[in-house]
């Protein structure tokens, strides 16, 4: 059987080259094989740029552009400005239609496989920017009218009845694997609750705090994320503050140390799903989770409103803004680099120059 034939490299480029270096390295000088090695260590750093997650989905995000242009009769590979201007309506044009972060995942697909091949993109486009602005500016405003702010009286609510239910559970349970997850779900709950209104961390960072990024100090706990939607990269790492607080019952310190205690956390993500025999996984849980538990959690209360966990993130601004914290102390603190904080920070002002309150009704 004939030897298969092996295309040849790319006229001009090293890593051609060193290709034919790797195959014959022992025929070759010295100089071809640091040329091969200088590939390798290339190769591995294109591949170690993406976790593998993110490579999946770039991969998933790219074959959705591609189908989309086949069945547009459009140009996928080099994508004109159009194509990807197009290409993002359409994504847009859903029942349900794509937030923010799913354009920019695809987007993100485009660039890369552009990178990939060596193809100019349009990534700077300046159309296509002021369109991403024009659809940040739609989802805040919609995020802000459709979720309510959580205050700390709502959250005091919360725990309330949270203690209310768990007793409750104690006292009518007669399974300890029931009782054991009531309990674990319980302290999970409002640390998730509590840590994220001190915090002001978006839910994706939330859920993605692991043990090594606590570190306990006098005032309380620090907490530095190894992942920020600003920062996906990892390199600011910036902390967060987790003071202790006024009252027991709300310590976001306290609700912490408690749950990691209770479900025996050490090492690896700090919130976890807790199964129905009454353990703790070894995984963490995904973002959307921390929606559901503000959710449930707030209608539990029978706190009127919207919930999710923007519900978190839109209280620590307008509890702040109401308590005369300065404008960019709340944006450092809650990582806003847009006017979006102002809309909290008008609400959070609203009831405290209310001149209505002066007329004695």
Not at 105 to 117: D, F, M, P, V, Y
Not at 221 to 229: E, F, G, N, S, Y
Request: charged share 25%; aromatic share 6%; hydrophobic share 45%.
């Amino acid at each position: 059987m004939p030897d298969p034939v092996v295309p040849d490299p790319e006229p001009g480029s090293w890593h051609g080259e060193a290709e034919l270096a790797v195959r014959d390295a022992a025929e070759l000088d010295p100089a071809y094989e640091y040329v091969a090695r200088l590939a390798a260590i290339d190769e591995q750093a294109a591949l170690d740029s993406l976790a593998p997650a993110t490579r999946d989905a770039y991969r998933r995000a790219w074959e959705t552009f591609e189908q989309w242009t086949a069945q547009t009769s459009l140009m996928a590979l080099p994508a004109s400005a159009s194509t990807v201007r197009a290409f993002v309506a359409h994504l847009r044009d859903r029942p349900i239609p794509a937030s923010l972060p799913t354009i920019n995942q695809h987007l993100s697909a485009i660039w890369a496989k552009h990178a990939e091949l060596g193809l100019p993109s349009v990534r700077q486009d300046g159309q296509l920017r002021l369109r991403l602005q024009g659809y940040a500016r739609q989802d805040q405003e919609r995020l802000v009218r459709q979720m309510s702010a959580l205050m700390v009286r709502d959250v005091q609510r919360i725990v309330a009845v949270m203690d209310e239910d768990l007793f409750t559970a104690r006292r009518e349970l007669s399974d300890e694997r029931a009782v054991r997850k009531s309990e674990l779900v319980y302290r999970r709950d409002k640390a998730v609750i509590l840590v994220g209104l001190a915090t002001a961390m978006r839910r994706s960072e939330l859920a993605r705090i692991e043990v090594t990024d606590l570190r306990e100090d006098v005032e309380g706990i620090v907490i530095t994320p190894r992942w920020t939607k600003r920062d996906q990269s990892g390199v600011e790492r910036n902390p967060r503050a987790v003071p202790r607080g006024a009252a027991r019952a709300t310590c976001p310190v306290t609700a912490l140390q408690t749950w990691l205690e209770a479900a025996e956390v050490s090492t690896g993500p700090v919130f976890r799903p807790v199964t129905r025999w009454g353990t703790v996984a070894d995984r963490g849980f995904t973002p959307q989770v921390i929606r559901t538990i503000v959710q449930q959690r707030a209608e539990a209360a029978g706190l009127p409103g919207t919930w999710g966990a923007h519900s978190l993130r839109a209280g620590f601004a307008t509890q702040s803004a109401k308590n005369g914290v300065a404008r960019h102390v709340i944006m450092a603190d809650g990582d806003w680099r847009s006017a979006a904080v102002d809309r909290y920070l008008r609400r959070g002002a609203l009831w405290d120059g209310a001149a209505a309150k002066s007329l004695g009704l």
